[in-house]
């Protein structure tokens, strides 16, 4: 019975592990709460270290890593002078750049970003809200505008995904090292 229970702590680690994993890529997926669900699992194993301690500190860091990434990818946004049309156009760009082979989660958020400003400057102008231009400078400083918020804004997705990653790799070690036999500091 003893190897059974370490079996389904192990697996359902495993798994939820991967699924926090791929979700420090996919927007709405929350991947460092599925890490450390993850780690909270191998807890359970009684070949498992893990004090509580060690959770206690590794949940307080998936909180803080969870505030700061809505924060982050907001405030390079708004560093760069970046619409909402351009924080959306990151994330439906992400999705599009997931389902789409051969596009890549990193083009389509760069690229998700750049539509998304050029439409919030094409909406601008429609509204009357920016004076109309007849020759090409005012084209070009939409399109270099809108780059500039483009890279802003998926250099912000890009932080996040790191932040997420690491603390998610953070919480791997810890589930590895207790396993491996190591007492974690209580």
């Not at 420090?24 to 780690?39: E, K």
């Not at 690229?111 to 102008?125: D, F, V």
């Not at 953070?170 to 036999?181: E, K, N, P, Q, R």
Request: with cysteine.
């Amino acid at each position: 019975m003893k190897f059974m229970e370490t079996s389904i702590f192990l697996i359902l680690a495993a798994i939820l592990f991967l699924i926090g994993f791929i979700g420090c890529l996919v927007p709405g997926v929350p991947g460092t709460p599925f890490c450390w669900a993850g780690l909270l699992c191998i807890s359970f194993d009684p070949s498992s270290t893990v004090s509580l301690t060690s959770l206690v500190l590794c949940g307080a860091l998936c909180i803080a890593v969870e505030i700061v990434n809505y924060i982050v990818p907001a405030y390079f946004a708004k560093k760069s002078g970046g619409s909402k049309e351009a924080s959306l156009g990151t994330i439906i760009g992400t999705f599009v750049g997931i389902f789409c082979a051969g596009v890549g989660v990193f083009p389509g958020a760069f690229c998700g970003a750049l539509i998304g400003e050029l439409y919030h400057q094409s909406k601008n102008k429609r509204s009357g809200n920016r004076e109309a231009d007849d020759n090409n400078t005012r084209n070009e400083e939409d399109i270099f505008t809108a780059l500039k918020v483009a890279l802003w804004s998926f250099l912000g997705f890009i932080t996040g995904i790191g932040l997420k990653i690491t603390a998610s790799v953070i919480f791997l070690a810890v589930a590895l090292i207790s396993l491996g036999g190591f007492k974690l500091p209580q």
